[in-house]
């Protein structure tokens, strides 16, 4: 079974009410299980919600808002849910792939938490837990 970020497969989830879509990540899933997340909106976000960056290992709206603890209770919602979703279908989770560079779903780059296109290394929330947990994550650059 796959992890996908929800915004990548076109649900308007993006902190503007936009998405993602993207069509290899479309391709790929295709004749696979899968289970369609967003960790922000798990968390209890609105959409369309402030924008956000990690700045220190925690989580700011860019009007200095700190929404850590609210991001990490979305992330484990999402993965207790994914866990669930795997369970009942009697498969193990294969697969994350996951929107860049997002402060919840982006892996390996994220913005610096200066809300000005800065990249700097780093995992966002959802990516860090899903990383501790051993689940294998990609970009949809990857796909
Ligand atoms: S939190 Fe993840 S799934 Fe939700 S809009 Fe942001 S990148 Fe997409």
Known sequence: MYIISACLLGENCKYNGG???????????KGHNYI???????????????PMEIRA??????D?????????????RVLAEARARAKESGEDIE????????????????YDGTFTHTLVDGDGVLAEL??????????????
């Open 19 to 29: 998405n993602n879509l993207n069509e290899n990540v479309i391709d790929l899933i």
């Open 36 to 50: 369609a997340v967003c960790p922000e909106v798990a968390a209890g976000c609105p959409v369309p919600r402030s």
């Open 57 to 62: 290992g925690r989580v700011y709206s860019i």
């Open 64 to 76: 200095g808002e700190d929404f850590t603890e609210k991001f990490r209770d979305g992330a484990a």
């Open 95 to 110: 697969l994350a792939v996951l929107k860049s560079r997002s402060p919840s779903c982006g892996c390996g780059r994220i």
């Open 130 to 143: 899903l990383k501790k947990n051993g689940i294998k994550i990609i970009s949809e650059e990857e796909c």
